[in-house]
């Protein structure tokens, strides 16, 4: 059972961890205030869990109490990073159905690039789509999936990715996830992202950071959702996740 009086979710790409030699000057900064016992530190991720774990080694990361992966289609703890929870996955399995989801999208193979085998797993498949095929070609695949039965969401980001996942799947419903088991509310909870895969994220209603060099997906989806509680962050990456951090007193 994870303590602490805040749980801190972020996304790590463009967010956590930005590519310039200041971000990471602005993450060592970071990292010496996201210290348990007060903090519970979680990292919500597009990124396989071998891609993720590499990015963690390599850019210093601090190790997470819990990584959410693959658009939240998997979570793993800290006691246990090889093995995915089953619990999660039990939860996934409900009207998924990945032949039939890998046979809709053949059929758009003109436009779906499928992304290396890597960033596959059983509830999650992944291709890159450029943008000016993006409104048409996902139109197209909902309302395939629906006459399916297959209760799937199309997540698209970054203007080239595109994920089909488990209704029930995604980063806000891993975070309902966590809370449930940790006993925290949305009011002890910080959530941070930069693109449009960390919607859902925000969609819990915890408190929100978005940092200053948050995509325009995202800036369009907070400008008609200003009633949810998130921070816009002047300064990018770490340095923003610092900022907001300050402003939600949670240091």
Not at 99 to 107: E, F, T, V
Not at 139 to 156: D, F, H, M
Not at 188 to 205: A, I, K, M, R, W
Not at 206 to 228: K, T, Y
Request: include cysteine; charge should be negative.
């Amino acid at each position: 059972m994870a303590t602490g009086k805040w749980l801190i979710v972020t996304d790590l790409d463009d967010t956590l961890v930005g590519p310039c030699p200041e971000d990471r000057e602005a993450l060592r900064q970071l990292n010496r205030h996201l210290q348990p016992p007060e903090i519970v530190l979680v990292y919500a991720t597009g990124r396989s869990p071998a891609s993720a774990q590499a990015l963690i080694a390599e850019a210093g990361l601090l190790a997470p109490a819990a990584l959410i992966s693959g658009v939240g289609t998997a979570i793993s703890y800290e006691q246990s990073p090889e093995q995915a929870d089953q619990d999660w996955w039990q939860r996934l399995k409900v009207n998924w159905d990945m032949a039939l989801i890998d046979k809709i999208a053949l059929g758009h193979a003109d436009s779906l690039i499928p992304q290396p085998a890597g960033e596959q797993n059983p509830f999650k498949r992944s291709f890159f789509l450029a943008p000016e095929q993006a409104k048409t070609v996902i139109s197209t695949l909902r309302a395939q999936l629906a006459a399916a039965g297959i209760e799937a969401q199309i997540v698209y980001s970054s203007d080239r990715d595109l994920d089909i996942l488990p209704i029930g799947a995604g980063k806000g419903q891993a975070v309902r996830h966590l809370q449930e088991r940790w006993g925290f509310t949305a009011s002890t909870t910080v959530v941070c992202g930069d693109s449009g895969n960390d919607q859902g994220l925000f969609e819990t209603g915890s408190l929100g950071i978005a940092v200053g060099n948050a995509r325009a997906e995202l800036v369009r989806w907070l400008d008609i959702n200003e009633h949810l509680p998130i921070y816009r962050a002047r300064q990018r990456c770490a340095a923003g996740l610092l900022e907001g951090l300050q402003h939600w007193q949670v240091l």
